[in-house]
Structure formats: structure tokens, C-alpha cells
């Protein structure tokens, strides 16, 4: 049998990711409504199966660890995301998400309103670990805000954008941030510290920029109506108390002593939920029709932590913005994983995958033009599969043995799949991410392209560490020696 077996050429190498760019881009055209991106992802593993099993003449058992072993991989993330599903509905149920919300909402100012936009959805988005809700919820919100500050709705749009998408790769509650180290082997916490380079940048030119610019339109009068009624809704649902500040500072704490990321979420977890009684008593009497017993306040909160937080305000935003969380949330996100990987498992198995990334490679000959194929790929997945998922899984596992050979530490190939693959989504028009900002906000893609300034220059300032070499961590002796 093993005589049998076929190298893979180009063409049929090809196969798989043509099916699946086809399916994608059909589903674009058909308005997301031909096929789920879940079965797309099991057709095209199919045929990846196939072209492995009958023209490559491979085992089953072969194509069987394969795709084992990339699952295997995806484990420690798939464990955290169902976490962080809980954590998601513990934090807005004890009152922490809204009091981020409520005192974020305190600091709005006319001259500064670009600046402050931009920074509330860095800090909403990074509370809640989603772009996409921050950009539905408090986003819209702000587009509203901006408008009757006679802001171009563009530069508003892209504001929030950049804070919500600074905010959601940041996060250690973000689906995204959470995917891009389990494809390449890392803990998401070195993963986060290690974006900083690129992302703190980023958000602080972005910043700047969005506080010049803002002085140009500080002339309007806000209307204080949205304003006040978010934060009345806020305060006569939830108690909003600075003292919850101590849940996240302690979770922040722990990340920068360099405690793992899951007891540290775990631990963010239990406190929320000892604070929920603590802070948030008469949220429990209301939901419970006023009798608050042992037995169903706890029930309560961990079917909270199952399924997930609803509220029932009569703001719409506000019901849209809490009602959400829950182990169960996180499921379509663990299966899309875990599809991915098989996907991936089976074209690396097979040779495929190397047969690809060998074409790719042909035009790297250093760190900085390593980096920079590794960027492009990830946009060009982004512009072709219309699919932030499937710009990180397919470059992940098309490079990260590249990124051995140089000899560089995995985060290096996280960071950039976050710079070229996860923000650069809602600036391509057909992409969903896109396609979900433009319709939230009421804006097309390229009024706002030119305004997103932290999508813009994430991969920018990633490509130039990456010729300058700056912060390009080398893997350890003990390090190279394990995955060589």
C-alpha cells in the first residue's frame, strides 16, 4: 500500500480549497442562504477525504489520525470558548458589562466624540469579547450620536469599527482570539501579550487620528435623549457599582503574573458568580418574581451560565446588548472548530497542504517576506472565501511549519493571522463581516474603508516588524528541539 501512495500535484492539491472558495462565494451571491458555512466546511472535507482515500491512494487509518490530531490541537481552545461562553453571561448578570457600558456612556463630549467612540467600543468590546454586538448595540447607538454632531457618518462608522475590532482581538473572550493560538499551538494569553506590538500601535495612531479629526466637528449639539435613556435602562435594571471593577482587575491581574488563561477565566467566572447575589439582588427578585430562594437563585444562575442572560428592558438595544452568552451560544463557533481542523487535518495529512504552501514559500527567503505571504494569504482568504474562520484556520495550518523552519516561536504566526485575517474581514464588502457592519450601521463598506484606521494599519505594522525583525521571538534551544 504504502508503494501506492501518490504525491500530490498542484491541480489536485487545489481541489479542496476551490470547492470551498466556489461554495463561499455562492453563498455571497444567494445572500447566505445556499449553504451553512458548517456544511460547506464538511463538503469540502470531503472531497479532501476523497482525493486523499482514492487518488493518493492513502489509508483510512492515515487520513484518520490526521484529522484526529488537528482536533486534538483545537481542544485546549474549544475547552476555553465554552468558558467563555459562561463567563459572557455571568459578567453581564452581575453587572459588570453594564457598568463598563453605563460609566463608558459618562465620558461622551462633543469635541472629543471620534476619540471617545472609538475608546468606548475598545472597552465594550473587549468586556464582551464580540465586534459584532458592540458594533449592533452601543455602535448603532453612536452612528446616531455622531449624525447629530454633523460627524460624516464614515469617519463614526470607522471608529467604531477600529474600537470594536481592537476590543474583540484583544479579548480573551473572543471566539477569534481564542482560535488563532489553538491552530498554531500556543496559550491565548501569550498570544494576546504578543499582539500588543502590533495592536497597541495601531489603536494609539488610530486614536490620535480620531482626536484630530474630531476638533473639525466639535461645533454640534448631542442629544442627551439616547444618551440618558441607555443609562436609565442601565441603573433601574442593574446596580452599578466601581466595586465590580475588582472581578476583571483580578482575571487582569493573573493574566500579567502569567497564570494560565483557563484558571483565570475560571476565576473570573466564580467571582462573577458570588457577585451576583452580592450586587445584583434585586435583579434576581425580579426575574424570580420577587421570591428569591437558594434553591432558585441557583438554578437560575447556572442555567444563566447554560444558556445564556435575557433581559427583557423594553430598549431594544439594551435587550439586543445583554441578552447573550451561555455555554450553549458557543456551540456553532466549537463545531465550525472542530469542521475547520478536520478540513485542515486532512489536507496536511495528506501533503496537500505543504504541496500549496511549497508554491506560496517559493517567494520567501526571510522573516519579513515570510510575514508579509503570510499576511497576504490571510487577506486573500478574507477576499475569497468571504470568511474571517477560514482566514485563520487555512493560513495557520498552511504556515505554522514555516514558521518553524525560520525557527520563530508560534506566536509570531498567531499575531499576524490576527493582523491579516481577523481585521481586515469588514473592510472586504462582500465578506459577512462587512456585509454585517455596513447593515448595522447603515453605512456602505467604503464610506467607512478609509476611516477604519486600526484595520488599516494593523497588517501594515506587522509587515514592518517583520522585515525589521523587531519583536520576531525565536523559539528556545528546549523549544526548537521539541517541535523539530
Not at 466546511?41 to 479532501?48: G, W
Not at 473587549?126 to 460624516?152: F, K, Q, R, V
Not at 472565501?385 to 511549519?401: H, S
Amino acid at each position: 500500500m504504502q508503494n501506492l501512495r501518490k504525491t500530490p500535484s498542484l491541480l489536485i492539491s487545489s481541489c479542496p480549497v476551490i470547492v470551498l472558495i466556489s461554495l463561499m462565494f455562492l453563498n455571497f451571491l444567494l445572500d447566505d442562504k445556499a449553504i451553512p458555512t458548517l456544511y460547506i466546511l464538511v463538503i469540502s472535507s470531503f472531497v479532501a477525504g476523497a482525493i486523499a482515500l482514492l487518488h493518493l491512494k492513502m489509508p483510512y487509518s492515515e487520513i484518520e489520525v490526521g484529522m484526529r490530531k488537528a482536533i486534538d490541537s483545537a481542544m485546549p481552545a474549544i475547552l476555553i470558548i465554552f468558558i467563555v461562553g459562561s463567563l459572557i453571561a455571568a459578567w453581564i448578570m452581575s453587572g459588570i458589562v453594564p457598568m463598563f457600558i453605563y460609566y463608558g456612556l459618562q465620558i461622551i463630549n462633543p469635541s472629543y466624540f471620534l476619540f471617545v467612540a472609538c475608546l468606548l467600543c475598545c472597552i465594550i468590546s473587549l468586556a464582551i469579547g464580540s465586534s459584532w454586538s458592540t458594533a449592533g448595540t452601543i455602535g448603532l447607538a453612536l452612528m446616531g450620536i455622531g449624525e447629530s454632531l454633523n460627524i460624516p457618518m464614515g469617519m463614526t462608522a470607522g471608529a467604531v469599527i477600529s474600537g470594536a475590532y481592537f476590543g474583540d482581538k484583544m479579548s480573551p473572550m473572543s471566539d477569534t482570539t481564542n482560535l488563532a493560538p489553538a491552530m498554531v499551538n500556543t496559550d491565548v494569553m501569550t498570544h494576546i501579550k504578543h499582539m500588543i506590538y502590533t495592536s497597541g500601535p495601531a489603536i494609539v495612531i488610530s486614536l490620535l487620528i480620531y482626536l484630530l479629526l474630531g476638533f473639525s466637528y466639535s461645533n454640534g449639539a448631542i442629544d442627551d435623549s439616547t444618551l440618558d435613556g441607555v443609562k436609565s435602562t442601565i441603573t433601574q435594571h442593574f446596580n452599578v457599582s466601581p466595586l465590580l471593577l475588582f472581578v476583571p482587575c483580578t482575571v487582569l491581574i493573573l493574566v500579567i503574573r502569567g497564570i494560565s488563561s483557563m484558571p483565570a477565566l475560571i476565576t473570573g467566572l466564580l467571582l462573577a458568580v458570588i457577585a451576583i447575589p452580592i450586587f445584583q439582588w434585586q435583579l434576581l427578585s425580579n426575574i424570580l418574581d420577587g421570591e428569591v430562594t437558594l434553591l432558585g437563585a441557583y438554578s437560575l444562575i447556572f442555567s444563566t451560565l447554560s444558556n445564556g442572560f435575557s433581559i427583557e428592558t423594553g430598549n431594544a438595544m439594551i435587550d439586543r446588548l445583554f441578552s447573550r452568552g451561555g455555554m450553549v451560544s458557543m456551540t456553532q463557533v466549537n463545531l465550525l472548530a472542530i469542521v475547520a481542523m478536520v478540513f485542515g487535518g486532512i489536507m496536511e495529512v495528506s501533503g496537500m497542504l505543504s504541496r500549496l504552501t511549497d508554491m506560496i514559500l517559493k517567494s520567501v527567503h526571510n522573516v519579513g517576506s515570510l510575514v508579509g505571504a503570510t499576511i497576504a494569504t490571510c487577506i486573500f482568504t478574507n477576499i475569497t472565501a468571504a470568511n474571517q474562520t477560514m482566514a485563520i484556520v487555512l493560513p495557520a495550518r498552511m504556515f505554522v511549519d514555516s514558521f518553524k523552519k525560520f525557527t520563530l516561536h508560534p506566536k509570531n504566526l498567531s499575531r499576524c493571522i490576527e493582523d491579516g485575517g481577523t481585521v481586515t474581514a469588514p473592510l472586504v464588502p462582500w465578506n459577512t463581516n462587512a456585509v454585517y457592519m455596513a447593515g448595522v450601521l447603515g453605512i456602505s463598506t467604503g464610506e467607512y474603508f478609509f476611516f477604519a484606521f486600526f484595520c488599516l494599519l494593523s497588517p501594515i505594522i506587522s509587515i514592518v516588524l517583520g522585515f525589521t525583525g523587531l519583536t520576531m521571538t525565536k523559539l528556545a534551544n528546549e523549544e526548537t528541539v521539541k517541535v523539530g
